[in-house]
């Protein structure tokens, strides 16, 4: 019999990798988000418009890149954030898989401009559909900025099956955020269809917290803080009367990432027993640190689930420090605006 195996053309297998990474616009601005971030940026911009539907551009003064670096990191497994496996235990970075560009890039058409010098010299590459449209020299400021228009344009299944403007819009407000609260110290602005939606200036975590949820919420805070030797914890709950029958403010972050834990989640909720009704949810924003070399990041392509080495004994720290917390607040009430 003849051989029938071939290996899929580099178009195609990106394309397949995009089905996992990109769900929706508010994936791609995650990923662009996390790309600002790494590079070392102090002030990013993020722009939409129709809900990412036809625009999501983002606009970093991070460190740039140089022409060929531009030209690399649309392919795959191209990254510049890990070098061997053994670096996945000492992340710190929110990248490492080298798929997000390439996978955006098979399925939208891609503008770069970036520049990773201070003399104004840049470059800019087009690509659609994972083709190398253009490459050309311009004239820009160190930083890079991504526009990707017309999400899905090859994949007709996909840009289908999005939602409304009004929830693909709540998708990427929510990651906006998740991001904008793990980076306190780094300025965020999101403008929808020319609208200014968040202007958030460099802050400590309280005071991100209070730009983006409203004044009102900065007595709401209750501090939470613990340190052991497998995890420091800090953040705030909110006090068990602003508990909400929907489920509102809560989010766990872990070296800065921000993470989906169910069980995590069930630790707060044990904590706040019996000072909030069972069908009300508690708020919350926990930063838990960690060694990168405890935790495994590498479990979805999306990188919002991680598996710890020691879930057990983080569960009990979490429960008993916000049970500390809960305990002390009425004692002492919390005013304090500058931690
Ligand atoms: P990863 O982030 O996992 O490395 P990406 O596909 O997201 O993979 O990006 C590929 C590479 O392109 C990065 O490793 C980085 O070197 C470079 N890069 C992407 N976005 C930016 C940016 N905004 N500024 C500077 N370099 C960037
Ligand atoms: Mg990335």
Known sequence: MADIIQLLPDHVANQIAAGEVVQRPASVVKELLENAIDAGSTHIQLIVKEAGKTLVQVVDDGKGMSETDARLSFSRHATSKIRSAEDLFRLDTKGFRGEALASIAAIAHVEMNTSDNDDMIGTSIRIEGGKLISQEATACARGTSMLVKNLFFNIPARRNFLKSNAVELRHIIDEFQR???????????????????????????????????????NERLVPVQE??????????????????????????????????????????????????????HPGYFIFLDVDPGSIDINIHPTKTEIKFDDEHTIYAIIRSAVKHSLGQFNVAPILDFDR
């Open 227 to 280: 340190e052991t030797e497998v995890v420091a914890i800090s953040g705030f709950v909110l006090k068990p009367e602003y508990a909400k029958k929907t489920r509102g403010e809560q989010f766990f972050f872990v070296n800065n990432r921000f993470i989906k834990s169910p069980y995590l989640h069930h630790a707060i909720g044990a904590a706040f027993e019996g000072l909030i009704k069972e069908q009300n």
């Open 179 to 217: 991001v904008a609260l793990a980076h306190p110290d780094i300025a965020f602005d999101l403008f929808n269809n020319g609208n200014e939606l968040f202007k958030l200036p460099a802050a400590n975590i309280r005071q991100r917290i209070v730009h983006i949820f409203g004044n009102k919420t």
